[in-house]
């Protein structure tokens, strides 16, 4: 079965940097494009991040734009959010997620916290 795991999370300053990590497992990685949500304290989720399955086309919120870098290394099958310059209202709990046969598949979710 298809299986997301998220990693990287924690408490971190305002300016400071932390990379998370989403490894995938129960299904064939390098087809299919993989994405980020993120969904802070009272707020809807939304998607960060987008990365196509060979990691030649990336899309990004405008509210992370300049700041995050997604990146994949399909021979690990593991999906990278690379996030600089933090600030408070990044505070998150951050998701992967995958499309596969018109399911949504979602990982447990790693807590981003961005406070002084």
């Known amino acids: 079965q298809v299986q997301l795991v998220e990693s990287g999370g924690g408490l971190v300053q305002p300016g400071g940097s932390l990379r998370l990590s989403c490894a995938a497992s129960?299904?064939?990685?390098?087809?299919?494009?993989m994405s980020w949500y993120r969904q802070g304290p009272g707020k809807e989720r939304e998607l960060v991040a987008t990365?196509?399955?060979?990691?030649?086309?990336?899309n990004y919120a405008n509210t992370v734009k300049g700041r995050f870098t997604i990146s994949r290394d399909n021979a690990k099958n593991t999906v990278y959010l690379q996030m600089n310059s933090l600030k408070p209202e990044d505070t998150a709990v951050y998701y992967c997620?995958?499309?596969?046969?018109?399911?949504?598949?979602w990982g447990q979710g790693t807590q981003v916290t961005v406070s002084s």
């Open positions: 997620t995958v499309r596969r046969s018109s399911i949504n598949y």
């Open positions: 990365i196509s399955s060979a990691g030649r086309s990336k």
């Open positions: 129960g299904f064939t990685f390098s087809d299919y494009p």
